[in-house]
């Protein structure tokens, strides 16, 4: 998985980071703007770049909390795929 792809795309859905600012792995994605609507777009945004399908059962608040934990709820669906 390329993670400037990944960053980049993030990146698109988070209001409250500056575009000069440096996106943590554990920063809070909620903290940063992201709600459950943004969240869904960014689910489809994910699928679209990466061609990664997300199971149902990820869509949680816990898979969206931070940058590290949705790239690794996409590399458990990449390889499962």
Same mark, same amino acid.
């Not at 993030?10 to 859905?13: K, N, S, T, V």
């Given at each position: 998985m390329d993670d400037?792809v990944l960053e980049?795309v993030?990146?698109?859905?988070l209001k409250?980071?500056p ?12 903290e940063?703007?992201?709600d459950?609507m ?6 489809f945004?994910?699928? =679209?770049e990466?061609?990664?399908a997300l199971?149902?059962?990820a ?6 909390a ?9 590399? =458990?669906?990449?390889?499962?795929s």
């Open positions: 400037a980049k993030i990146r698109r859905h409250n980071l575009e000069d600012q440096e996106l943590a792995p554990e920063a809070s994605l909620k940063l703007g992201l459950s943004k969240a869904v777009e960014l689910l945004d994910l699928e =679209d990466l061609g990664i199971p149902d059962n869509m949680t608040r816990e898979t969206f931070t940058p590290a934990s949705l790239k690794q709820v996409l590399l =458990d669906a990449a390889a499962v």
